[in-house]
């Protein structure tokens, strides 16, 4: 049975390109809440479904190494996501046919397919999925002089990017988000993968699976078996949108959403079963090409108020609609046409399962005697200046008066 491929193993079977961990992190970006397919199968490396292929991701500070594995079946299904991620079909089967003149491995090494497949094909996709061609620190740099607030998180959280998704994928996964947790989310995407999903290959005691077609989500018999699936209320709208796709647009509608303006196809999401404001900024930022939207819950809200004092409508208890528009225009002055992107360097740094990485970039104690000398420094600048500014005012002011003012701000400083 093949395994997961390790780079400490030995990097023949690895192929690798330039990327700085400034410009992206593995580890935030992929398991921040975007996709719910990748798992860390080994220290720092990450296993996931991309473009119809099992992938495995690793990095050092300036190089990202990926291993593809061999689908074990070739199916039609994941033909057609090679061809939308710009692989033809006729090289697909150019690589297929390579690779069986091949010699044969071993059944226990990892099965690699990127020996025999163009290489800059691989790039391709990478740099697509990741969004590499925006460069992340020009656009830390920017924040930052806009958002203090933001400045001081960016020195923790670098590198983390916005996944440039399938949109079937992101849509549906979104939809299964609803009242939910990642780690919920994550085991509900792999059963309806592997339940509805063309199989691509087994590694480890692990199958993995294509996400399967809108055409597959859309047959009458989905709804019933994401309900024995505990899915829950969220299985009728699955089926619900798949279908309404289908008989209402079409196939490729989605893909399609990329190429129409941010509040159109927000709007267009919005008429599905099942599809709020936020799952369709989700969708729109996360898979097509909208980074103006900034998807906002309860979390964001938070973030809103304790962080940026933001008290707009502060007597609501949930979030309206014109609370929603308001707080999304709030962040898009304040960070730009990709304020999207820096919602999801805030959103990242509030999990909890990130916190640890505060604690190791400032520890606390340290932290409170610098602040204290810093406050001592402003309080002496105040104080010159309280002193300066009254003796100009009132030149005869008594001394003992002025000790005696000295005195209370001293007692306030303690």
């Known amino acids: 049975m093949a395994s997961h491929a390790v780079l400490s193993s030995g990097s023949k079977m690895w192929k690798s390109m330039a990327c700085a961990k400034s410009e992206l992190r593995l580890d935030l970006t992929l398991s921040c809440g975007q996709s719910f397919r990748w798992r860390e199968t080994a220290e720092g490396h990450w296993t996931g479904v991309m473009g119809g292929r099992v992938w495995t991701l690793t990095q050092t500070d300036d190089t990202l190494w990926y291993h593809v594995y061999k689908n074990q079946d070739k199916q039609k299904e994941g033909s057609d996501r090679k061809r939308r991620s710009g ?140 309900r024995d699936l505990g899915f829950g209320y969220r299985a009728r709208f699955v089926h619900q949108s798949a279908k309404q796709i289908l008989d209402n647009h079409g196939p490729q509608w989605l893909d399609g959403l990329r190429s129409v303006p941010y509040l159109e196809a927000r709007d267009a999401l919005r008429t599905l079963p099942g599809v709020g404001t936020k799952v369709a900024d989700c969708v729109c930022l996360m898979s097509l090409d909208k980074p103006e939207a900034v998807p906002i819950d309860t979390h964001m809200w938070q973030i809103a108020k304790r962080d940026y004092k933001y008290t707009a409508n502060n007597g609501q208890k949930s979030i309206t609609e014109k609370l929603y528009r308001d707080i999304g225009d709030f962040f898009r002055k304040l960070w730009g046409p990709y304020a999207g992107w820096a919602q999801s360097v805030l959103f990242c740094s509030d999990l909890k399962k990130f916190q640890s990485f505060k604690e190791t970039a400032h520890p606390k104690q340290p932290k409170k005697e610098e602040e204290d000398k810093e406050d001592k420094m402003q309080y002496k600048k105040m104080r010159v200046k309280t002193e300066q500014k009254g003796t100009m005012e009132n030149p005869k002011a008594k001394p003992r008066k002025k000790k005696a003012e000295i005195s209370v701000n001293k007692e306030q400083l303690k």
């Not at 999903?197 to 078996?225: K, N």
Request: overall charge negative.
């Open 87 to 226: 692989i033809s079909l006729a090289e697909e089967n150019t690589a297929e046919k390579r690779f069986k003149g091949a010699p044969e491995k071993d059944e226990e090494e990892p099965l690699a397919v990127s020996s025999v497949q163009n290489r800059e094909l691989d790039e391709e996709m990478l740099r697509d999925y990741f969004q590499l061609d925006v460069r992340m620190d020009d656009l830390y740099k920017e924040w930052g002089a806009a958002d203090c607030h933001f400045k001081r998180i960016a020195s923790i959280f670098t590198g983390v990017r916005m996944l440039r998704q399938d949109p079937t994928e992101c849509l549906f996964s979104f939809i299964c988000t609803s009242n939910n947790h990642i780690s919920r989310i994550q085991g509900m995407v792999e059963r309806l993968c592997q339940a509805l999903g063309s199989p691509l290959c087994q590694l480890d005691q692990t199958s993995y699976h294509d996400f399967p077609s809108v055409s597959a989500l859309a047959d009458s018999s989905v709804e019933a078996r994401l």
